[in-house]
């Protein structure tokens, strides 16, 4: 990499009135770079990403771009500089096909209709430039994720990329499709581009970027730095100005089964059985596609099931429908917090209620005092940070968002939870708050089934694991069976011949 910055910030505040987001930041990144920001939900990164981006002004400090003062320049002229922010959620239109959506929507004419081959040759184009290797004709909604991801990111480059900053692209991708857009940055990084790289996850830190800034409360927490200068453990408490204790669940003790599967079977999934004994937590865990998402999304009525049976204790239940699966007592946590989870114009009281809406008895209309009620008991059981009931939700942080969830969910007097990723895109801190609500909630008698990705994390939580491999249920481990996160990592990536359980 140059020696000389691609980008400074010098002394960069940013006061909303007598709050203060920013104060006296520096920030350089590097020609080439894949540069980190870490912190926790309200260090300052967002607001020191917008202002970079130019869609607000310093209070105080000036910004350069290659040497040259760009402080005073507007959004729309950054872009045309090469600076461009990609927001977590850039939305795609999964109804349209790739080409569509890279030119969508200043489509080409001629002769006042859409010029369809020059649609196509620019998606061609675009693909080629940037070296994703999909159709153009492919509807983007059947794209990966991290094709998806990609596609959001060309769009958002086009002819002026130079840098590139991504606010959390990693949230609900498998480890694998993690390493897939890894690998594809690092390659756009070799052909000229930079990338600033915002997460909460020192791991990702760790595994793509090569240099990386902290920020906490508003300030740069310690110089800026090589990664590999700093470690896990220290990266957390930059972040947080504490020692982290990483929460490490007590195996519970085989109780009777409480959830029983007999051959269930789901499009793509081979006919699994397994139970779930009264305060247990079984991970599942396995490749997208592998199967162990389809059981889960199946369990809460999002996917058809096609065969085999479901026993909530001596009960067989029939689930067709959401519904039918919170009746039942089956509560779920999707993985995507934003796109699946929150009603973000909507408040927080708002939100813990939403499909469960509590009515009066004689005349139907809305119970107030039950969802205030509500909402005071799940503020002070889960220790959701928030300034009351009427705070709209998509203000909280990315942890206090998931804590209203399980807020959410445990309002419908659950049996049985199945959490997918419930730490996606939480701080360090938060994660671990969680950790502790899950085991929390198992000590009341609720089994969990929980999908997660980072080995490490699942091995301090389950209890077993059902490990899924191309559309079966392949092991089936304690988790004092497990060696380390390599073993479990290898169970997943065992040859496909090797297929076919214990």
Avoid at 26 to 31: L, N
Avoid at 106 to 134: F, I, Q
Avoid at 172 to 187: D, G, Q, T, V, Y
Avoid at 244 to 252: L, P, T, Y
Wanted: proline letters at 4%.
């Amino acid at each position: 990499m140059n020696s000389h910055p691609l980008l400074e910030a010098r002394g960069v505040s940013k006061h909303f009135g007598a709050v203060t987001a920013l104060d006296g930041v520096d920030f350089t990144v590097s020609p080439g770079a894949v540069h980190g920001v870490l912190g926790k939900n309200g260090a300052g990164k967002s607001t020191l990403m917008a202002l970079i981006a130019g869609a607000i002004a310093p209070t105080e400090g000036r910004i350069f771009l290659n040497g040259s003062d760009i402080t005073h320049l507007s959004l729309p002229e950054r872009k045309d500089l090469g600076i461009h922010l990609m927001e977590q959620h850039t939305e795609i239109v999964p109804s349209l096909g790739v080409a569509e959506n890279l030119i969508f929507p200043d489509y080409p004419t001629k002769n006042g209709l859409v010029d369809w081959s020059a649609v196509r040759a620019r998606g061609e184009d675009l693909l080629r430039r940037y070296g994703l290797s999909v159709s153009c004709d492919q509807l983007a909604g059947t794209l990966s994720l991290p094709d998806q991801r990609k596609l959001s990111l060309i769009k958002t480059l086009a002819d002026k990329g130079t840098l590139a900053i991504l606010d959390e692209p990693t949230t609900a991708m498998s480890r694998e499709e993690r390493i897939e857009l890894f690998e594809w940055i690092r390659e756009l990084t070799e052909g000229g581009l930079t990338f600033i790289y915002i997460t909460h996850s020192t791991r990702d830190v760790r595994e793509v970027c090569n240099e990386y800034t902290v920020l906490r409360d508003g300030r740069g927490a310690g110089a800026a730095g090589s990664v590999t200068t700093g470690s896990d453990e220290g990266l957390a408490k930059l972040m947080t100005g504490v020692d982290v204790v990483e929460f490490k669940r007590e195996q519970a003790a085989a109780d009777e089964p409480l959830l029983r599967l007999e051959q269930f079977q789901v499009a793509g999934v081979r006919p699994v059985s397994f139970s779930v004994g009264r305060g247990e937590v079984v991970g599942l865990v396995g490749l997208p596609g592998s199967g162990a998402r389809e059981v889960a999304r199946a369990l809460a009525g999002l996917q058809e099931i096609e065969a085999g049976s479901v026993c909530l204790g001596d009960t067989e239940v029939y689930i067709r429908h959401t519904a039918d699966a919170i009746d039942a007592g089956i509560a779920y946590l999707p993985n995507d917090r934003i796109g699946e989870g929150l009603v973000p114009q909507l408040t927080v009281q708002e939100n813990l209620w939403t499909g469960n809406w509590p009515t009066q008895q004689v005349l139907g209309f809305l119970d107030f005092n039950r969802m205030r009620e509500g909402f005071a008991k799940s503020r002070e059981e889960f220790e959701i940070q928030t300034s009351g009931s009427e705070q709209l939700i998509n203000q909280l942080s990315g942890g206090n968002q998931q804590k209203v969830l399980l807020g959410r969910l445990v309002g419908t007097a659950p049996r049985v939870l199945v959490l997918d990723e419930p730490t996606a895109g939480i701080d360090v801190e938060a994660k671990e708050d969680v950790h502790r609500l899950i085991d929390a909630l198992t000590m009341q008698g609720l089994s969990v089934l929980m999908l997660a990705y980072d080995p490490a994390e699942l091995i301090r939580l389950v209890d077993r694991v059902l490990v899924f491999r191309d559309g079966a249920l392949v092991h089936e481990l304690l988790v004092d069976e497990l060696t380390g996160e390599d073993m479990l990592f290898d169970l997943i990536h065992a040859h496909t011949a090797e297929s076919g359980g214990d």
